[in-house]
């Protein structure tokens, strides 16, 4: 069982750079035992992925954020990060970070953070 | 507007049983594993199905999961107050290279 806790400022201001930090903990794990990604969600709307690292560093980004997307990882302190650039209010969103098992049949996310909101505002 | 194409909303009555769609094409659904999240009232998504049909530890076997071509669907049964939540379902989009999710049905027990 592993436990996701997202941190990070919730107030951004436009065309600046979001900075966010997921800190995992709990059960002993591998680094290698999954993939580590963030999902968002704007307010009233629903679930879209922004991309997603592995244990050797290889980035999987959703196409439509790639330009502005940056996620990294620290395995010596378990925690991954996004970086956002250049953003607007329609980066408004509660941002999570989530797990996907890397040995498994199909792919899904199984932990999840319990999330924090970025509001985009001067 | 969403790849995957779920109903806004669906309801039942304590007791009954609701089906949920999510419809797809060849390059998502038809091709690559469903899977389903339940998100109650201001928390998290949560895993609810994967692998089209499998069931994590702990989630009762009220819920389950199909998928036939380029649809899936959520089925509960025994329906309880307490499953008032939000619903989605995703998989890979392997022509977008993109995790994909469905918009989201609400459902609610009358």
């Known amino acids: 069982q592993l436990q996701l806790q997202e941190s990070g400022p919730g107030l951004v201001k436009p065309s600046e750079t979001l900075f966010l930090t997921c800190t995992v903990s709990?059960?002993?794990?591998?680094?290698?035992?999954?993939?580590w990604g963030w999902i968002r969600q704007p307010p009233g709307e629903g679930l879209e992925w922004i991309g997603s690292?592995?244990?050797?560093?290889?980035?999987y980004y959703n196409p439509s954020l790639k330009s502005r997307v940056t996620i990294s990882g620290d395995s010596s302190k378990k925690q991954f990060s996004l970086k956002l650039s250049s953003v607007t209010a329609a980066d408004t969103a509660v941002y999570y970070c989530?797990?996907?098992?890397?040995?498994?049949?199909?792919?899904?996310?199984?932990?999840w953070g319990q999330g924090t909101l970025v509001t985009v505002s001067s | 507007q969403s790849v995957l194409t779920q109903p806004p909303s669906v309801s039942a009555a304590p007791g009954q049983k609701v089906t949920i769609s999510c419809s797809g094409s060849?390059?998502?659904?038809?091709?690559?594993?469903v899977s389903w999240y339940q998100q109650l009232p201001g928390t998290a998504p949560k895993l609810l199905i994967y692998?089209?049909?499998k069931r994590p530890s702990g989630i009762p076997d009220r819920f389950s999961g199909s998928k036939s071509g380029t649809s899936a669907t959520l089925g509960i049964t025994g329906l309880q107050t307490g499953d008032e939540a939000d619903y989605y379902c995703?998989?890979?989009?392997?022509?977008?290279?993109?995790?994909?999710f469905g918009g989201g049905t609400k459902l609610t027990v009358l």
């Open positions: 989530a797990t996907t098992p890397t040995v498994t049949t199909g792919y899904y996310f199984n932990y």
């Open positions: 709990g059960a002993s794990f591998s680094i290698s035992d999954y993939y």
């Open positions: 690292i592995d244990y050797s560093g290889s980035t």
């Open positions: 060849s390059s998502n659904i038809g091709n690559n594993y």
């Open positions: 692998d089209n049909n």
């Open positions: 995703g998989t890979w989009d392997s022509s977008l290279s993109t995790w994909v």
